[in-house]
């Protein structure tokens, strides 16, 4: 089993919009049998919150479910249970490594660099923008699920 883990910084907007992505693309595509996919926040400012409104209705837009949620924060035992810490800016690169001490396995990317692209995911609770954020989401997700399984091999 892969075992995913999606980290943001308050777990309620762009982690829980690619928990959600990545669950529809893989149960599209008959293969969330081999997953376990979660999210989880870097901060404490969250914690026990649903989703963004404004990513359950950029969801219900594109007609993804939006995953049963609500806000925790990451830990460092998340370390030796995920294979994948998967942030979403340079931000919350530093504070993963931060909780869990350091990446010796290099589990530990930035949810754009599978599209091969250093560029942050903007954050929509600031920008507001949460089709950008959707979009960036997307391409980030659909490039992991092609680098797990690289010759399409679904």
């Known amino acids: 089993m892969i075992k995913i883990l999606f980290i943001c910084h ?3 907007c762009r ?14 595509r008959h293969l969330l049998p081999q997953f376990q996919i979660a999210s989880a926040a870097t901060s404490r400012e969250e ?4 989703p963004h409104r404004g990513t359950v209705q950029k969801l219900r837009e594109v007609g993804i479910p939006t995953v049963p949620h609500r806000a925790v924060q990451m830990t460092r035992q998340d370390y030796g249970t995920y294979d994948y810490l998967i942030g979403m ?7 993963m490594l931060r ?6 396995e290099h589990k530990c990317y930035k949810l754009l660099e599978f599209a091969g692209s250093t560029r942050d995911i903007a954050d929509p609770w600031y920008t507001g ?3 950008v954020t959707y979009d960036d989401i997307v391409e980030g997700c659909e490039a ?3 680098k797990l399984f690289p010759s399409g091999s679904f």
């Open 15 to 28: 982690s829980t919009m690619a928990e959600s992505v990545m669950t529809h693309l893989l149960s599209i």
């Open 144 to 146: 992991l699920v092609g």
């Open 10 to 12: 308050g777990n309620i």
């Open 89 to 95: 800016d340079d931000w919350n690169i530093r504070n």
């Open 99 to 104: 909780i869990t001490g350091g990446d010796p």
């Open 47 to 50: 914690i026990g919150n649903p």
């Open 129 to 131: 923008n949460f089709d």
